[in-house]
């Protein structure tokens, strides 16, 4: 017997995915049938994406919200796309764009054509919007950095021995984990403040 599954995702788990799931029980998909990940769509390399593909079968049906929740890289949608109609023979229906509905067997030739062009778009669409995520995100880090801005934790305070202990290894009487042991700190921390 057919079923129907659905697939939630959102990008981190911060994000809320009510919204589509509230979707999807309209839709009538069952709770027990929609998969969710709470992880970037930059590839399919999803735990529960992963799960439900292997489930499918001929005469499923698979429902996202949009696009952008399949995933968010061009060729990947695409190849996806054709693993889920083509190999699984499952049906996908794409709530917020009704052309992208494969469930219609009847539909003609145009009809198809039109429905791969949309999907093509918004394949693109979807990836370029990341790539200007992560344009804006190094713009973003870049100005900050020239406010001085610091990321990171901030630097250790150095121990009031320091000085003392980094006299004794130049003078190599100590070694350098010596020397991190009696500062209690780590061996590339005191290299690090060695260099400086």
Same mark, same amino acid.
């Given at each position: 017997m057919a079923q129907m599954y659905g697939y939630v995702r959102v990008s981190t788990r911060e994000q809320n995915e009510d919204r589509q799931l509230v979707a999807m029980q309209d839709f009538g998909v069952q709770e027990d049938k929609i998969f969710l990940d709470k992880q970037s769509g930059k590839d399919f390399k999803r735990p529960a994406y992963r799960r439900l593909l292997k489930m499918l079968k001929p005469e499923d049906t698979l429902v996202v919200k949009s696009i952008d929740r399949l995933g968010r890289d061009y060729e990947e949608i695409l190849e996806q796309w054709r693993i889920i109609t083509k190999e699984r023979q499952a049906a996908v229906v794409v709530l917020d764009i009704p052309l992208l509905d494969t469930r219609q067997k009847e539909r003609d030739l145009t009809g198809t054509l039109i429905a791969d062009l949309v999907l093509q778009i918004l394949s693109y669409v979807a990836q370029t919007e990341r790539e200007f995520i &992560? @344009?804006? @995100?190094?713009?973003?880090?870049? *100005?900050?950095?020239?406010?001085?801005?610091r990321?990171? &934790?901030p630097p250790a305070e150095r121990p009031a021995l320091f000085q003392e202990v980094l006299e004794v290894w130049h003078r190599k009487e100590i070694s350098a984990r010596e020397a991190a042991r009696r500062l209690n700190v780590s061996h590339t921390?005191?290299? *690090?403040?060695a260099e400086q």
């Open positions: &992560r @344009q804006r @995100q190094a713009e973003g880090i870049a *100005a900050a950095k020239a406010k001085g801005v990321f990171g &934790r921390t005191f290299q *690090a403040w």
